[in-house]
């Protein structure tokens, strides 16, 4: 008898629809959602991560939303810790969790036996690559990363500077690379899972994408940025999010509104292509396309019927 706690996990790139989706599927086996989305963890950043909105959840119970102040660092070891015990609290009230997000390794953590390594740190190298970041080499500090670590480079966008600096750090003090701590470890399941993506089309995703930057404006993504600006929040983990970072551009006069608009959607595409690369590499997902909007019920249910049977549970539809 398999005595892992069940658990479902949805997945797949920004802007597939896996909020809506996942509603339905919770509605299906009574789940709650834990969000597996590294930036909903922020307080006011509503619109730029696409929180969904509690007339949404249509009763639902949703964790992980909202449990940071937007200055606080939340890094993938404390996500690990928090959803997992998540897990065991809702299985406990005798409910399947359903884990939503694109974050993936954030989503790998929990789903492994994933330890996380402790390295010493060299704050002198460190502030030596933050001086350099910050007398704008940070492109330069990405090809080297690149040249010693190109499997982390991959993995890492070349303006998020801390993990640069942090991957650069790792290879300065042990001679190895840091993503070789990964795969160094056994990565046996932890739960009894169902783990599904949704996929789509990429030029109609691109334009979904493009939609979805346009009616985020509209709704104040402007404002909410700057609300973030003014409050003087710089060069912290959660104004790096995509949405953020290209506004703050504007903000400081680097880039005009088109541009940074422009940006923003180049930079989510961008993002969403990596997504999909991830989940397909690093993960046995089953796939769900989700291209032809008149066949989005009939998809949905066939998702409900694979999780019932993968995990031989009863849903209520």
Do not use: C
Not at 8 to 32: D, H, N, Q, R
Not at 176 to 192: F, G, I, T, V, W
Not at 303 to 308: H, Q, R, S, V
Request: overall charge neutral.
């Amino acid at each position: 008898m398999n005595s892992k706690k069940k658990l479902i996990v949805l997945v797949g790139p920004t802007a597939v629809g896996k909020t809506k989706a996942s509603i339905e599927i919770a509605k299906a086996f009574g789940s709650e959602i834990i969000s597996g989305d590294s930036m909903q963890v922020y307080k006011g950043m509503d619109i730029g991560t696409a929180k969904i909105r509690p007339e949404e959840m249509e009763g639902i119970p949703h964790h992980l939303l909202d449990i940071r102040e937007p200055d606080e660092p939340f890094s993938v070891a404390e996500f690990q810790s928090v959803v997992r015990q998540k897990i065991d609290e809702i299985t406990a009230r005798g409910s399947v969790p359903l884990i939503v997000g694109g974050t993936g390794l954030y989503v790998q953590s929990v789903l492994y036996d994933y330890r996380f390594t402790e390295t010493e740190g060299d704050p002198a190298y460190r502030s030596e690559l933050e001086k350099r970041a910050a007398a704008g080499e940070g492109a330069e500090l990405y090809k080297e990363l690149q040249a010693v670590d190109p499997s982390s480079a991959e993995g890492i966008h070349p303006n998020n500077v801390k993990r640069v600096i942090r991957a650069l750090e790792i290879h300065h003090l042990t001679g190895k690379r840091k993503s070789d701590q990964p795969k160094a470890q056994n990565h046996e399941l932890l739960y009894d899972i169902a783990l599904i993506g949704l996929s789509m089309d990429r030029e109609k995703l691109y334009k979904r994408i493009n939609k979805r930057v346009d009616l985020m404006m509209e709704e104040g993504l402007l404002e909410e940025a700057r609300y973030f600006y003014d409050k003087g929040i710089r060069d912290t983990q959660s104004v790096q999010a995509i949405g953020y970072k290209e506004l703050y551009e504007y903000f400081a006069g680097n880039l005009t509104l088109e541009q940074a608009v422009d940006l923003l959607k180049k930079n989510t595409r961008r993002y969403a292509k990596r997504q999909f690369t991830w989940f397909r590499n690093k993960m046995d997902v089953t796939w769900f396309d989700m291209t032809n909007e008149g066949e989005h019920l009939n998809k949905i249910e066939q998702i409900i019927d694979f999780i019932a049977g993968k995990l031989e549970l009863k849903s209520n539809t």
